[in-house]
């Protein structure tokens, strides 16, 4: 392998690094490409060639991580599942398993999940990207999830379990947004950072308003 072929994977990763930072923290409409580019310390010809035009670079960082996460939720849906045997598992467990590895992967010191998260809320409240985005990326794992909840409320008409989930979805989207407004409006009190006490508030106020709402 030649030494340009060798430093090829670590430029492409750079671009996406600095991509996923510079649309995380100004959208999609905030940013050029030579802005990444500069950012990235590579000529804008090399991320013009490696990713085409700037949407198919912001679907490319978008993409880079959604794997990685369901797989994340899905391993603790599975092992929510098998704790719960014989018995079906709990919306709390549910939910727990839903938001949880979105706290871990925040543990775990990889600057680029905080603004992947960030980028996860731009899209999941933008009219043009959630629609173009978010399906691909997620329903199949948001079908698993929907498909728990039904079972953990199986009296539950359909309608119900779906408004409940995007009640979540949108306190999610908040969440991951970080815009400080708790912060001021708390005085201090509570921080949009503090990801461990969001989920310790959100998982049981989610569920109980699945079982209020979610009633026969």
Partial sequence: MTTDQSKAPAKRDRILDAAEHLFAERGFEGVTLRQIASQAGV??????????????????????????????????????????????????????????????????GDSGWQHYLALIAYVNNHTYWGQRLMSSAFDQLVTEFIGALKAALPEAPNDKIYWCYHNLSGALTLTLARTGRIDRLSEGACRSDDYQSAYDQMIPFMAAGFYSVCKA
């Fill in 43 to 108: 000529d804008v010809a090399l991320a013009s060639y490696h990713f085409g035009k700037k949407d198919e670079l912001f679907t490319a960082v978008f993409q880079r991580r959604a794997g990685e996460l369901n797989d994340r939720r899905l391993a603790a849906l599975a092992e929510a599942k098998r704790q719960a045997m014989p018995n079906t598992v709990s919306v709390e467990a549910i939910i727990s398993a839903f938001l949880r590895p979105l706290e871990d992967v925040q543990r775990e």
